[in-house]
C-alpha cells in the first residue's frame, strides 16, 4: 500500500514563528503536492513538485516555500505564520496510471492552527 | 467560479436510503475522479471515469460520466453509516506545461443510523 506520512497531526504555532510542515512517501513517487483545505474554499494548490529540487508554484503561493532534497520528502514551509494561514494542510503524491491519468495519494492531514 | 459545481452541498439521510449527488462543469473535461475523506483524513480515490457515458459499480456506488463528459454522477444504494464522509470529484487541467486537478467543494454526506 502507498504511504503518503506528515510530521504532525495537529500543530499550534504563534504569529511570526516559522513553521515547517514534513511530507513522506514510499512508493517512489516523482510527483508531490502540498494543498490546504477550508470549509466553503475547498481544496487549493500551495506548491507541486515535479521531481528533485524542482518545484512550482500552485494557485496560492504567497507566504509559503518549499523544499524537496530528497525524492521522498516534500516540505512545506511557512516563513512567518499568520493567522489566515490556520487550515488543514494535505499533502499528496502521484502515480501515472495508463492513458495520461494521474491517482493521487494523500497523507492524513496536519490541522494547523495559528494564535 | 468553481469549474466543477458539486451538488447537493450537504446531504443527510437514513441508513438505508439511496442518493445520488452530482459533479458538473460547463468545461470537457478527458477524465474525472471521485473521492471521498472521511473525517480527519485525506481524500482517498474512489474511481476514475474516462469514456463519456461510461459507467463504473464499486459495489454500492455507481459512477457515471455524462455523454459530453461534461458531468459525472455519484448514486448509493443502500446507504450505510461507513459511507459518511466528504465526496470530492476532480479533474485534470493544464495551465500550461503544468497538469494539475481542479476540485470541486464536495458533498458532504452524513448516513444516520
Known amino acids: 500500500d502507498v504511504k503518503v506520512t506528515q510530521s504532525s497531526r495537529y500543530l499550534v504555532k504563534r504569529t511570526g514563528e516559522k513553521v515547517f510542515l514534513e511530507c513522506v512517501q514510499d512508493?517512489?513517487?516523482?510527483?508531490m503536492f502540498w494543498y490546504r483545505q477550508d470549509p466553503g474554499l475547498g481544496l487549493r494548490l500551495i506548491y507541486f513538485?515535479?521531481?528533485?529540487?524542482?518545484?512550482e508554484k500552485g494557485d496560492i503561493p504567497e507566504g509559503y516555500s518549499v523544499s524537496r532534497e530528497k525524492k521522498e520528502r516534500f516540505s512545506l514551509i511557512l516563513e512567518s505564520a499568520s493567522t489566515n494561514q490556520t487550515s488543514m494542510y494535505l499533502c499528496?503524491?502521484?502515480?501515472?496510471?495508463?492513458?495520461?491519468?494521474?491517482?493521487?495519494?494523500f497523507g492524513p492531514g496536519t490541522r494547523l492552527t495559528v494564535t | 467560479t468553481q469549474l466543477l459545481e458539486q451538488s447537493p452541498q450537504f446531504l443527510s439521510i437514513q441508513e438505508g436510503e439511496n442518493l445520488t449527488v452530482y459533479c458538473n462543469s460547463s468545461?470537457?473535461?478527458?477524465?474525472l475522479q471521485w473521492y471521498r475523506q472521511e473525517p480527519g483524513e485525506g481524500p482517498v480515490l474512489l474511481v476514475t471515469?474516462?469514456?463519456g457515458g461510461e459507467v463504473k459499480k464499486l459495489k454500492r456506488l455507481t459512477f457515471q460520466f455524462g455523454d459530453a463528459r461534461k458531468d459525472s454522477s455519484l448514486h448509493i444504494t443502500a446507504a450505510q453509516p461507513g459511507d459518511t464522509g466528504l465526496y470530492l470529484c476532480?479533474?485534470?487541467?493544464?495551465?500550461?506545461?503544468?497538469?494539475?486537478?481542479?476540485w470541486g467543494l464536495g458533498t458532504s454526506l452524513a448516513v444516520n443510523p
Open positions: 476532480a479533474g485534470p487541467w493544464y495551465a500550461g506545461n503544468n497538469r494539475k486537478l481542479i
Open positions: 468545461s470537457v473535461f478527458s477524465s
Open positions: 471515469v474516462v469514456t
Open positions: 512508493m517512489d513517487h516523482e510527483n
Open positions: 513538485s515535479y521531481d528533485v529540487k524542482m518545484k
Open positions: 499528496a503524491s502521484r502515480k501515472p496510471l495508463a492513458g495520461g491519468i494521474y491517482e493521487q495519494y
